[in-house]
C-alpha cells in the first residue's frame, strides 16, 4: 500500500513523498501514514481553509441518511469480460432485448394501476367524507360537520404521518427530489425499497384523502421510479422474491433507464397524460438522457394510458363506488371555441409576469416553510407528529371556516390563496407538489380574470388554464412538458399559443429571481447534485487544486491486512492499483479496483499465500451474479466479514478484478472541463495522473464530492471573495439567469 | 517530429520504433518516414487488410465534396485562456447570453418568415397553374389543358435543377441528413452557405410548386438550419457581412446549439407545430441534448408560431393572391366526435401492420432509387438536368392521366400511391421526405378505410390520419414527435390513443426490417456517422487494435520546415507536442496542436531564430479573433502560405497554443468504453498512450473515422467471419433490433 500527495493549487508539488517509491511505504505501520498525511494537511491549511465540506449524508424524505454515488462506468477487468454476457452471442442479447420491453410493459400497467387505484381510494374516502359531512350541513348541524370533518382529517393525518415516520421514511414528502437525485447519480437507502412502496401509495391515499392541499403527482412519480427499481433488481433479495433471470439488469445503467421510464409512467398516470410524462422525465427529473430512452419512455406511457383507460372503463359500469364523479383535474375549456386577438394579450402577458413571481414567491417560501419544519423534525417522532396533527386541524379550520367569510359568490374559488398551499406540506406524509401548484394557479388565473372584468374577451376558464401554466412554469420552470401536460389535460390544442407565451414570460421572470422548486428542494435536502455547467471559477481551477489527499493505493498482490485495514479506516469505494517493479519495468498504474470488489473477494477468502505472479487460478470461483451490482442502498460491510490472524498475513491478486482501463485526466486539466467528462460519461470515480512520467503513476481520485461548490469554496476560499462571489452568490437578479441559461 | 507505431492487435509492441528516443528521429529525412511506415505497414498487412476504409468525402446534396469534424472539446492553452471571454467578468457573460437569446429570436423569425414566404409563392404559383389548367378543361381543352400543365411543371423542375446544380449543390435533396450529420459533429463544406440558403428556398418553391410529389418540410429544417449557422457567425465573411459582437458564437459548442434549434424551427415553421418541432429536433436530428437547449428551442419555436400566426393573419384580409385557399396540410377531424371502442383495435393495428411494411419497404425502395440516380448524377451536368426531365414529364403525366383510368368516386385519391412518391425524389433540387409520407400515408389510411367498409364504424378521415401516423413510423421512426405533430396538425387530442398504438406498431415492424430513412440517407450519402451505442465486437478490440499509423508528432519547439513539411503532406488535423530532454526530465506529452492553429502561427510567422525556450514574447501578437473557429466548412489552406528557405530553418514555441489537456485514454481500453467517451464528450481527437510509463508518451491518436465499422473490420477483417457479423451484416429480422434498442 502506498501514499503520494496531491499537487497543491500552486503547482508545486510535494516531491518528499511523491518521489518515494511506494513499494517501499509498504512496510511502515499504517499510522504512519496517518501522522504523515496530518502533517501534510497542516501544511496544506495554511493555503487552504477545510479539507472536505460536503457531507455524505443527505435528507431522504424527512430523515438523514447516507448517501452513495452511482457508476455509470464500464468496468474492465478480465473477470467482467469472461463474464460478460454481452460477449456470449446471439441468446443472451435476445433474452436481454425481449426482458427490457417486458419490464417495461409491467411497469407500465403496475404504474397504470397504481395511479387508478390511488384515484379510486381517495375518491371514495374524500366522497364519503364530503358526503357524510354536507348532510349534517344540511340538516343545519354545522358543529357537528366540523367535527366530523376535522376529526376524520385528522384521523386521515395521523395515520399517514405515523406509518410514514415509523416504517418508511424515505416515503415522506414529494419523492420527485430523490428520483431526480437517483437519476443524477445520488443514491440513498431505502428509497426504492417494497416497504417505501407500499407506504407512498398507503399514505398518499390518506394524505390526498385528508384534505390537505397536497397533490398525488410527485407521489405516483416516487412509485413509478419505486416499481422500476424493484423490477430490474428482480424483486428483493429481503422478502425472498428475486429472479436470475434478470442479472442483466444488476447494473446502475439499465436500473437508471428503467427509473426513468417509471417516473415517465408517474406523471402519466398523475395526468393521463402519457405524452407529457415522457417530456416532463426528460425536462425534469433525468439528466442522461438517449433518443433510444425516448422510444422505451414513451411505450411505457402507452401502456399507461392503455391500462388507465381499461381501468375507468370498467369503472364507469359502476362498480367503483364514488369514483367518476369527481375525476382527473379538469378543465372544461373543451367545448369552448377559443378566439383571441391581439388587445387580449396584454392581460396575458401581465398573467405571466405575476405568475413568475408568485411562483418564485411560493419556492422562496416554500424553503424557508421546509427549513423550519425540518428544525421540528429533527426533535424526533413526537414533534413529527404533533407537527402533522397541527398542520391537520389547521387546514380543517381554513376550509371549513373560511368559506363563511365570503358570500356566495364565484369568488370563493378565490380563497384557497389565502389558505396558502405551502403550510400544508412537508410534513412526513407523502404529498405532492403539482397539483396544489395547478390548483393554485387556477385559482389565481380566474382571480385575474375576474378582476379583467368586462375588459378581456376571454373566457374566465381560459384565465385558469394560463393562471397554472404561469404558476407551473415560475415554481417547477419546466417548458415544454408543461405545455403538453396541459394540453393532455385540457385536451385542446387551440390553447397552445397563449400557454407557450405565458410559460416564456413566467419561467424568465422567475428564472431571474431564483432557482427552480426542484433544484431548491434537492439541494436542501444535501445531494450532491452534479450540475450539467461548470460554474465560471472552475475555469480558474486545475483539478489538482481540488483533489484532496492522502490517496490510498494498492499493489497488484496486496497483503489482506493492508485492505482490511484501509476499508476500516476510510470509507472510499474506489482504490488505484499500482504494480511496482520487480512486478513490472517501472512504476504502473494498473488501474481501479472497486470497495465492494474487494469485499467479495475477503469475503470468499481468494488469498495467496505469498506474493507471486502465479497463484491458484481464482477466476472459476466466482460467477457474474457475484459482481453484480446490489439493489439500491445495499451493501455489504466490513465488519460483517471475520478474517482470523493467519487470513491477515497473506496475500490476493487483485489483477483479475482490477477495471484495466479507468478514465484518467491529466493533473493540469482545468476542472471545468474535468466535469465535462464526469457528468457526460456518468463516472463515479476520476483518476487523475501527473503530467510527467517520473512521477507517482496517479496523484489523486475526483469523485462527485469534488466537484461540489461547497468543497471546491471550502478548499479555495478566496474565490468567494473573488470576482466569482459575485456572479454565483450574490443577490442580483441576474446571477441565475446566468448560470441557468447559458 | 517523431514517429511511433501503433500497438498490434495481438498486443505485441513494435520495440523498434517505440523505443526509438523521438527526439532522435528529428533529424532523419521525412521520406524515410515513410519508407519505414511503408514497410510497417507491409508487416501489418499480414494481419490486417487494410489501414483505412473510410472515405473522408461525402455526398452532400447530389455531388460529392470533403467532409471534416467539428471538435466540441474546451481547447486549454494559454493563449487560449487569456483571451477567453468567460473569464473576464459580467459583462462579457451578459452580452453573450442577451446575444443569445437574441439570436434565437431573429432564428425564429427569420425562420418563420421563410416558411411563410416559401407556402406563399407555392401556393400562388401552383395555384395559378391549377386555374388556367382547370378553365382549359372545363372548355373542353384537355390537350391544350395538358400541355400548359406538362410545360409549366417542366420549367419549374428545370428552373429547381439548374439553379441547384450550377450555384449550390449542397442545396439539393432533403438537407435533414447533411443538418443530422452536422449535428453529429460532421461538417461539410458550404452546406450552411449563404448561397445555398438562396438556392434552397427558391428551388424548393420552384419544385414543390411544379406538382413533383415532394415536400418542404425537410428543406424548411435545411433553411433553419442555415440561417441559424449565418447568424451564429455572424454573417458571411465572402459577403462582407460579419459582426463583431458575435464572436462569442465562433465555435463548434454554440454552433451546434444554434444549428439545433434552427432545425426546430423549420419542422415549426413548416408544419405550424412548435411543440412538435422541438421534440423532431430532439429525436430526429440531434445527437447532444441538454434541458437549457429544451428551454431556447421551445423559445425559438413560439417565436416561430408567433410569426406565422402574424403573418397569416394579414394575408387573411386578402392581400397574399391565392394563399389560404389551400393552407397548410389540414386533416378534417376537428369537428368529428372521435369514439372507439375495443372492437375498432383490430384494422388499427393491421393498419398499424401494414404502415410499417410499407415504410420499410418506402426506405427499402428509396435507396435503391437514389443509388441509381446517383449513378446517373455522377456522369455530369447534363445527365442530372435529363434526369429531372425525366421525371417531371412523367410526373406530369401520372397526375393529368391516372385519374383517367378511374370513374369520378372518392376512390382516386388513392392513386397517388400508384404513381409512387419514391420515383420524384432525389433530383438535384431540394425537395423533403416527410410531406410525401404524410400524404401517400394517409391516402393508405383511406384506402384501408375503404376496404374495410362497414366493417368499422372509425370514420375515414380518421383512418387518414391513422395512415400517415403508420406510414411516418415506419419510414422515419420517430414516435412522440410525430405523435405531437399529428396532434398539432389535425387539433384533435382524443386521437392521441390510437396514434400512440398505431406508432408504436409500425416502428416496431418496420425497426426489424431495416433502418431508418435519415440513418440510410445519412449512410448513402457517406457521412461518418457517430453511434450512441457501440457494436458488440468494440467490446473485444481495445484501442490500439485500431489505431492506424505511422503517429506524428511535434517538439515543444519545432522547426518551421518540419511543421509545413507535415502539414503538407498529411490531412490529419491535431498532433501530439511531446517535450524531450533537455527541455523536461523525461519525454512528455505537453498536448495536443490543431492544424488550424499551426496555419494561423505560419500565416503570422512567429519564429524564433533558435530552439531556446525564452523567446519573445507571442501572445501580443494575437487576439481571441485569431483562434476563433471559422464557419462551416471554411479554412486556411497551407498552399496558400508562402514562407522563405530562411524562414524554414527557424522555429515556432508551440507551448502557448497547444491544448495542454487533450482527453486521454490508455491503450488497453476497449474500443466500446472509448466510443463513449468520445461520443458523449464529442471530441475530434482522442489521444492514446501507453500502459506503461517507459515507453514513448503516446501510442496514437482516434478520430471518428476509427470508430467507424467500416474501418475497423476492414482491420480486422476476422471479426466479419464471426458471429458478431451475423449479429451485425446478417439480414435476419432481429439484428435491427438488437442493435437499435439495446
Redesign the interface.
Known amino acids: 500500500m502506498a501514499m503520494a500527495a496531491e499537487k497543491e493549487s500552486t503547482g508545486e508539488v510535494d516531491l518528499e513523498s511523491a518521489l518515494l517509491p511506494s513499494s517501499s511505504v509498504e512496510s511502515l505501520p499504517l499510522l504512519a501514514h496517518s501522522t504523515r498525511s496530518r502533517q501534510h494537511s497542516h501544511l496544506r491549511s495554511l493555503r487552504r481553509s477545510a479539507s472536505n465540506t460536503t457531507s455524505q449524508i443527505a435528507i431522504v424524505g424527512s430523515d438523514p441518511c447516507p448517501i452513495e454515488s452511482l457508476d455509470y462506468?464500464?468496468i474492465?477487468n478480465e473477470e467482467f469480460?469472461q463474464q460478460?454476457w454481452?460477449?456470449r452471442?446471439?441468446a443472451h442479447?435476445?433474452r436481454?432485448?425481449v426482458l427490457?420491453?417486458t419490464l417495461c410493459f409491467l411497469l407500465g400497467a403496475l404504474a397504470g394501476a397504481a395511479g387508478f387505484l390511488t384515484n379510486l381510494a381517495i375518491e371514495n374516502i374524500a366522497g364519503v367524507k364530503f358526503v357524510v359531512t354536507s348532510n349534517m350541513m344540511l340538516a343545519d348541524r354545522h358543529l357537528w360537520a366540523f367535527g366530523v370533518f376535522a376529526a376524520s382529517n385528522f384521523v386521515l393525518t395521523m395515520f399517514a404521518a405515523v406509518i410514514t415516520a415509523f416504517f418508511a421514511p424515505a416515503a415522506a414528502g414529494s419523492g420527485i427530489p430523490e428520483v431526480k437525485a437517483y437519476l443524477n447519480g445520488v443514491d440513498a437507502p431505502e428509497i426504492f425499497s417494497p416497504r417505501t412502496l407500499a407506504v407512498k401509495v398507503v399514505g398518499c391515499i390518506a394524505a390526498v384523502s385528508s384534505s390537505l392541499h397536497v397533490g398525488k403527482a410527485g407521489p405516483l412519480v416516487h412509485t413509478g421510479a419505486c416499481i422500476a427499481s424493484i423490477l430490474g433488481q428482480g424483486g428483493s433479495r429481503k422478502y425472498r422474491l428475486t429472479c436470475k433471470w434478470l442479472r442483466y439488469f444488476k447494473n446502475d445503467r439499465d436500473r437508471r433507464d428503467l427509473v426513468t421510464c417509471g417516473s415517465a409512467a408517474g406523471v402519466a398516470a398523475a395526468f393521463r397524460a402519457?405524452?407529457g410524462g415522457?417530456?416532463f422525465a426528460?425536462?425534469a427529473v433525468s439528466s442522461w438522457?438517449?433518443?433510444?430512452l425516448?422510444?422505451?419512455a414513451?411505450?411505457t406511457t402507452?401502456v399507461v394510458?392503455?391500462v388507465l383507460?381499461a381501468l375507468i372503463d370498467i369503472c364507469h359500469r359502476g362498480k367503483c363506488g364514488l369514483f367518476g364523479k369527481g375525476g382527473l383535474i379538469m378543465f372544461d375549456v373543451t367545448s369552448d371555441t377559443i378566439a383571441y386577438h391581439l388587445p387580449d394579450l396584454p392581460p396575458v402577458i401581465i398573467l405571466g409576469i405575476g405568475g413568475g413571481i408568485l411562483g418564485s414567491f411560493y419556492n422562496f417560501f416554500l424553503e424557508k416553510v421546509l427549513r423550519a419544519y425540518n428544525l421540528i423534525n429533527e426533535k424526533g417522532y413526537g414533534y413529527k407528529l404533533l407537527l402533522a396533527a397541527t398542520i391537520s386541524i389547521c387546514t380543517s379550520c381554513c376550509i371549513f371556516g373560511l368559506p363563511w367569510l365570503a358570500s356566495c359568490s364565484p369568488c370563493p374559488t378565490g380563497i384557497s390563496e389565502a389558505c396558502p398551499s405551502i403550510g400544508s406540506y412537508g410534513i412526513a406524509a407523502p404529498s405532492g407538489l403539482f397539483i396544489p401548484v395547478i390548483l393554485t394557479g387556477a385559482t389565481y388565473g380566474r382571480l385575474v380574470g375576474m378582476l379583467m372584468g368586462s375588459r378581456s374577451t376571454l373566457d374566465h376558464s381560459l384565465f385558469a388554464v394560463l393562471g397554472s401554466a404561469s404558476l407551473l412554469g415560475g415554481s417547477m420552470r419546466m417548458?415544454?412538458s408543461v405545455?403538453?401536460i396541459l394540453?393532455?389535460l385540457t385536451?385542446?390544442?387551440?390553447l397552445?399559443?397563449l400557454v407557450?407565451?405565458v410559460l416564456?414570460i413566467s419561467?424568465t421572470v422567475a428564472d431571474a429571481l431564483n432557482a427552480n422548486i426542484y433544484d431548491i428542494l434537492v439541494k436542501l435536502k444535501g445531494f450532491p447534485y452534479l450540475e450539467?455547467?461548470a460554474e465560471?471559477y472552475m475555469?480558474?481551477l486545475t483539478v489538482s487544486d481540488v483533489v484532496t489527499g492522502p490517496l490510498l493505493m494498492f499493489n497488484g498482490i496486496e497483503k489482506v491486512g493492508n485492505i482490511v485495514h484501509v476499508l476500516k479506516t476510510t470509507g472510499h469505494h474506489g482504490f488505484p492499483v499500482v504494480d511496482e517493479p520487480p512486478f513490472?519495468?517501472?512504476?504502473?498504474?494498473y488501474g481501479l479496483i472497486l470497495r465492494a470488489h474487494l469485499l467479495i473477494l475477503l469475503k470468499k477468502r481468494v488469498f495467496l499465500p505469498s506474493r507471486s505472479l502465479f497463484g491458484i487460478d481464482v477466476s472459476k470461483q466466482f460467477s457474474a451474479d457475484d459482481f453484480a451490482k446490489r439493489g439500491s442502498g445495499k451493501h455489504d460491510d466490513i465488519e460483517d466479514i471475520k478474517l482470523t490472524a493467519e487470513d491477515m498475513e497473506m496475500f490476493i491478486d487483485l489483477h483479475p478484478f482490477t477495471n484495466?482501463?479507468p478514465?484518467?485526466?491529466?493533473e493540469?486539466?482545468?476542472l471545468?472541463?474535468a466535469l465535462?467528462?464526469f457528468r457526460?460519461?456518468g463516472l463515479r470515480h476520476l483518476l487523475v495522473v501527473p503530467?510527467?512520467?517520473?512521477r507517482a503513476?496517479v496523484v489523486g481520485i475526483l469523485t462527485r464530492h469534488d466537484f461540489m461548490p461547497e468543497h471546491v469554496l471550502g478548499l479555495h476560499p478566496s474565490l468567494l471573495k473573488s470576482?466569482w462571489k459575485?456572479?454565483r452568490f450574490g443577490k442580483t437578479s441576474?446571477n441565475k439567469?446566468?448560470c441557468?441559461?447559458?
Not at 491 to 494: A, C, E, K, T
Not at 584 to 589: A, E, I, T
Not at 663 to 666: A, E, F, H, M
Open positions: 462506468e464500464l474492465e469480460l460478460d454481452r460477449s452471442g446471439r442479447i435476445l436481454y432485448v427490457k420491453w402519457p405524452v415522457v417530456l426528460l425536462e438522457w438517449r433518443s433510444a425516448l422510444w422505451r414513451f411505450f402507452a394510458a392503455v383507460r417548458t415544454v405545455c403538453v394540453l393532455e385536451n385542446n390544442l387551440l397552445l399559443p407557450m407565451l416564456l419561467k450539467t455547467h465560471p475555469r480558474q513490472s519495468d517501472s512504476s504502473v498504474l484495466t482501463s478514465y484518467t485526466v491529466v493540469t486539466m482545468s471545468a472541463k465535462i467528462l457526460e460519461v503530467k510527467s512520467s517520473s503513476p470576482r459575485r456572479l441576474l439567469v446566468f441557468d441559461l447559458c
